[in-house]
């Protein structure tokens, strides 16, 4: 299992490099980058990446609505031609409720957008053409779409936790990002439902990338308090709330790791029970600097163990 964390942009562009610097000097694996409407997270990987050699690098994850496989194609490829090969791109669906209200389109049909764009951008990534024509979408290649060095091909992974999306992405995608989803949801739910769909389309079984919320503290009811405000943000969307139930849990901070590095050492052994091939800590943040150290100092010793 390699095991990894999720890096916000700092103040600048530099100070997101020296915290990846400090990440890869933890032994930890991969740094992984969000997409809001603020950096453009292939952009900030692929600096960071370059900067920091021996850095697995990734977004997790660039919603499709209001983008094209060609566009994503372009950025993935020079990401990976940039780092040598250790670019991960991570699609999600989104939300109806920041799609409609930041591009001013409607939310129409994600599965079914979520299929076609795999589709298109699978052929791109591997080919560097495609000529895809669907229901929802075009992407042609009247020009070269190749980006000479982006080898090997660059992996594609889904934020797929849906019994829908993760069928889409075990036949089109190389893997999954479940974000809170428990052990329980991803052993009962979530893996064979992903796995079965790979085994069916032909497909290698997929990489199950497990995102979970975690600190290691001393102080866990002062951190726990600060996450269940921070975390609550995810409670508003229908498909958190379904995972976070398969999970056993009601509120999203319930799947928060927060404690000392023994508990948070064996939740970690319970993801990769769970069918987690990799572990990528997020929120490490949240209790402060001296725990998001010693959070990264357990998880670089777990990941060399």
């Known amino acids: 299992m390699t095991i990894g964390v999720t890096l916000s942009l700092q103040n600048r562009v530099d100070s997101t490099v020296q915290l990846a610097r400090e990440a890869h000097e933890a032994g930890l694996r991969s740094a992984w980058?969000?997409?809001?409407?603020?950096?453009?997270?292939?952009?900030?990987?692929?600096?960071?990446?370059?900067?920091?050699?021996?850095?697995?690098?990734?977004?997790?994850?660039?919603?499709?609505?209001g983008r094209h496989p060609l566009l994503v194609s372009s950025q993935a490829q020079t990401a990976q031609a940039a780092t040598g090969g250790r670019y991960h791109l991570g699609l999600a669906l989104g939300t109806k409720q920041l799609t409609e209200a930041?591009?001013?389109?409607?939310?129409?049909?994600?599965?079914?957008?979520?299929?076609?764009?795999?589709?298109?951008?699978?052929?791109?990534?591997?080919t560097g053409s495609s000529d895809f024509h669907g229901e929802l979408l075009t992407a042609t290649t009247p020009l070269p779409a190749q980006v000479p060095g982006a080898e090997p091909p660059v992996p594609l992974l889904v934020a797929a936790m849906g019994p829908q999306a993760l069928r889409v992405s075990g036949e089109l995608a190389d893997g999954i990002l479940p974000l809170l989803a428990g052990?329980?949801?991803?052993?009962?739910?979530?893996?064979?439902?992903?796995?079965?769909?790979?085994?069916?389309?032909?497909?290698?079984?997929?990489?199950i990338v497990a995102i979970v919320p975690g600190v290691v503290t001393a102080d866990a009811e002062t951190v726990r308090e600060t996450a269940t405000g921070t975390l609550s943000f995810y409670?508003?969307?229908?498909?958190?709330?379904?995972?976070?139930g398969?999970?056993?849990?009601?509120?999203?901070?319930?799947?928060?790791?927060?404690?000392?590095?023994?508990?948070?050492?064996?939740?970690?052994?319970?993801?990769?029970?769970?069918?987690?091939?990799?572990?990528?800590?997020?929120?490490?943040?949240?209790?402060?600097?001296?725990?998001?150290?010693?959070?990264?100092?357990?998880?670089?010793?777990?990941?060399?163990?």
Do not use: M
């Open 33 to 65: 980058f969000g997409q809001t409407f603020a950096y453009d997270s292939p952009t900030l990987a692929a600096i960071v990446g370059r900067e920091v050699p021996g850095l697995h690098v990734g977004t997790a994850a660039i919603p499709i609505f």
């Open 102 to 126: 930041a591009f001013g389109i409607p939310y129409e049909r994600p599965i079914g957008r979520l299929r076609e764009f795999l589709t298109a951008l699978r052929q791109l990534l591997e």
């Open 183 to 207: 052990p329980r949801a991803l052993s009962e739910h979530i893996v064979p439902a992903v796995t079965a769909a790979a085994e069916v389309a032909g497909r290698p079984a997929p990489r």
């Open 235 to 244: 409670e508003q969307f229908p498909s958190y709330q379904r995972v976070i």
């Open 246 to 305: 398969l999970s056993g849990a009601t509120r999203a901070v319930d799947l928060a790791v927060i404690g000392d590095e023994e508990t948070v050492a064996a939740e970690v052994r319970r993801y990769r029970e769970a069918g987690a091939t990799e572990v990528v800590f997020t929120s490490t943040d949240l209790g402060g600097e001296a725990d998001r150290r010693r959070t990264w100092k357990l998880l670089g010793e777990l990941a060399n163990a």
